[in-house]
């Protein structure tokens, strides 16, 4: 595990395990990042927020040792707050929960604060920008939901829009903007364009590839990085 790299808005794609091979997640997560992975995002489910069931602090322990960068725990599940320290122990960089899975969602960032990790903030395809507006300064990262989660490979919503709301909201602040949700080489320059500076991608990541055989990985994570770049004009 290295240190977490300076703040930075140039394009990350960070790679949905949810996709993965389960029975090799340690050789998936490996792979990943040799192939070009700058995050590995671990989707949280919990059968009660959303209607499925997936990963619990013990795979985020077991995958920790695995991943020399960042380890990107969105949790959709509710309640959140009994279970961030156990998220932040097993290894979360980045901590995420959801606007809507509380009514105390400034009391949920401070606690997550109050681990040592970063931030995150999510917000549903329904939830305006606008519920985010006295939360800027508690947040590190705002993951814009562009599926209704609780399954990989939904079709992409369009939510250019509120991205766009949201960027300049942010303004300076060291915030990211990351996406969930449908991202492909055809939707990732719409949200780069848009402002979003941090792809999650499942589906579209794993496709022709394996942990034994991953250049298909790193030809995918190239080709949305590539998309995504030449619609925000950067170095690509």
């Known amino acids: 595990m290295t240190p977490p790299p300076a703040f930075s808005r140039a394009i990350k794609i960070a790679p949905?395990?949810?996709?993965?091979?389960?029975?090799?997640?340690?050789?998936?997560?490996?792979?990943?990042?040799?192939q070009g992975a700058d995050w590995v995002h671990v989707d949280v489910m919990d059968g009660h927020f959303v209607p499925n069931i997936t990963f619990g602090p013990a795979t985020v322990r077991a995958i920790r040792p695995q991943v020399r960068g960042v380890l990107d725990v969105h949790l959709m599940i509710a309640p959140v707050d009994p279970y961030i320290d156990a998220f932040a122990e097993a290894g979360a960089d980045i901590i995420t929960a959801h606007l809507e899975a509380t009514p105390h969602i400034h009391r949920t960032l401070q606690a997550i604060r109050a681990t040592g990790k970063k931030a995150g903030l999510a917000l549903n395809p329904g939830t305006g920008a606008e519920g985010v507006a006295h939360l800027l300064d508690m947040?590190?990262?705002?993951?814009?939901?562009?599926?209704?989660?609780?399954?990989?490979?939904?079709?992409?919503?369009?939510?250019?829009?509120k991205i766009r709301a949201l960027r300049a909201m942010i303004g300076d602040r060291p915030v990211h903007i990351e996406i969930d949700g449908g991202v492909t080489t055809e939707t990732a320059p719409l949200v780069a364009r848009a402002g979003a500076d941090v792809l999650v991608a499942g589906s579209a990541v794993f496709k022709g590839g394996t942990a034994d055989a991953p250049e298909?990985?790193?030809?995918?994570?190239?080709d949305i990085r590539t998309a995504a770049e030449a619609a925000v004009g950067q170095a690509v």
Do not use: H, W
């Open 216 to 222: 298909a990985y790193g030809r995918n994570i190239r």
């Open 16 to 34: 949905s395990i949810l996709a993965a091979d389960f029975a090799a997640f340690g050789a998936e997560c490996r792979a990943l990042e040799a």
């Open 139 to 161: 947040v590190d990262l705002i993951c814009v939901m562009t599926v209704n989660p609780g399954f990989g490979g939904q079709k992409f919503i369009d939510m250019t829009a």
